[in-house]
């Protein structure tokens, strides 16, 4: 069975770090993209970040580029997302996320908390 499964997230100060990780089971990582999402309360998932394990292609949305850098693991099928510099507006539910075949995988989530 596939699935994405999130961890690292938690309670941090503003301007502390925190590195999430995205590991991958019943499939091999490194022919696909993988995505990071997240949602914060009362608002809409959004996009953060992505890789291509292909070509190592990156994308990051402008929100969070210079603050944030993700990279892959192929050997322990893992993504992570190191986030420094962490914002209270940083506070969400982070997700990964990755297409296959037509079929959308999620993870179930882990909270990042930004707050003094």
């Known amino acids: 069975q596939m699935q994405l499964v999130e961890s690292g997230g938690g309670l941090v100060q503003p301007g502390g770090s925190l590195r999430l990780s995205c590991a991958a089971s019943g499939f091999t990582m490194d022919s696909y993209s993988i995505h990071w999402f997240r949602q914060a309360p009362g608002k809409e998932r959004e996009g953060v970040s992505c890789?291509?394990?292909?070509?190592?292609?990156?994308y990051y949305a402008d929100s969070v580029k210079g603050r944030f850098h993700i990279s892959s693991d192929n050997a322990k099928n893992t993504v992570y997302l190191q986030m420094n510099s962490l914002k209270p507006e940083d506070t969400a539910v982070y997700y990964c996320?990755?297409?296959?075949?037509?079929?959308?995988?999620w993870g179930k989530g882990t909270l990042v908390t930004v707050s003094s």
């Open positions: 890789i291509s394990l292909r070509d190592g292609t990156t």
């Open positions: 996320y990755t297409w296959i075949g037509r079929v959308n995988y």
